[in-house]
């Protein structure tokens, strides 16, 4: 069974740090690894798609990174603002169509 | 280009009761997934409609059910509603749900039995 862990649980840091978030799954066997932020009682924000075959996808301020064979994928933000406080959730795709989602990493920028 | 609709985004309803809450997908999607979140167990997977047809499903008892249209909309239904159904329910849609698609959630509907 696919389980999907994501640490820590919940950081804070000061505006204008970079930033990893962690995300690490049991089986390797994924089609891709989606990133999302929600935010407190909102819907799901898709922030980057790594497919399988990929190591790394950039948007913006923010680059996601993906190691199937160890299982584990990386959110780098850089220059941390206010506005990115929210809880970031990252999901594995298998094969039957549905999304594995981990617990979440709950981040707050303080000004 | 519309996003993912959920609609109602809340509703109280009281234990025993039905409930039906509805997703209208991206225009051009045609795979809908249903996922419910709560603080304990996180999201867990329900179920997912391509092309009026379920394709899959979780582990949730048969009081959970679905159906998509012909237009791709989907529709959830909870029976017998009991207090531990308090959720969000997010609605997510592909273009077809297979390996390297990406999925758009809506802003989901909030369940709260009474």
């Known amino acids: 069974k696919q389980e999907v862990t994501q640490i820590p649980a919940a950081l804070s840091v000061p505006e204008g740090e970079n930033l990893v978030l962690n995300c690490s799954f049991t089986?390797?066997?994924?089609?891709?690894l989606q990133w999302f932020r929600q935010d407190p009682g909102k819907g799901l924000t898709s922030l980057l798609l790594?497919?399988?075959?990929?190591r790394e996808q950039t948007s913006g301020r923010l680059n996601a990174s993906l190691d199937k064979s160890s299982g584990r994928s990386t959110l780098y933000i850089a220059a941390s603002q206010p506005g990115d406080s929210a809880t970031y959730l990252c999901?594995?795709?298998?094969?039957?169509?549905?999304?594995?989602f981990g617990q979440g990493t709950r981040l707050t920028i303080n000004p | 280009k519309a996003g993912v609709t959920q609609t109602p985004r809340y509703l109280i309803k009281t234990r025993g009761q039905q409930v039906t809450l509805s997703c209208s997908p991206i225009?051009?999607?045609?795979?809908v997934s249903w996922y419910q979140q709560t603080p304990g167990q996180g999201l867990q997977f329900l179920f997912e409609?391509?092309?009026?047809?379920?394709?899959n499903k979780g582990n949730f008892p048969g009081r959970f059910s679905g159906r998509q249209f012909s237009n791709s909309r989907s529709e959830m239904n909870v029976s017998t509603l009991e207090l531990g159904d308090s959720a969000l329910y997010l609605c997510?849609?592909?273009?077809?749900?297979?390996?390297?698609?990406?999925?758009?959630f809506g802003q989901g509907t909030r369940l709260t039995v009474v």
């Open positions: 999901a594995v795709k298998l094969g039957a169509q549905k999304l594995v």
């Open positions: 089986d390797s066997a994924i089609y891709n």
């Open positions: 790594i497919q399988s075959s990929q």
């Open positions: 225009s051009g999607h045609r795979s």
């Open positions: 409609y391509f092309s009026e047809t379920q394709r």
């Open positions: 997510a849609s592909s273009f077809n749900g297979y390996m390297n698609t990406e999925a758009f």
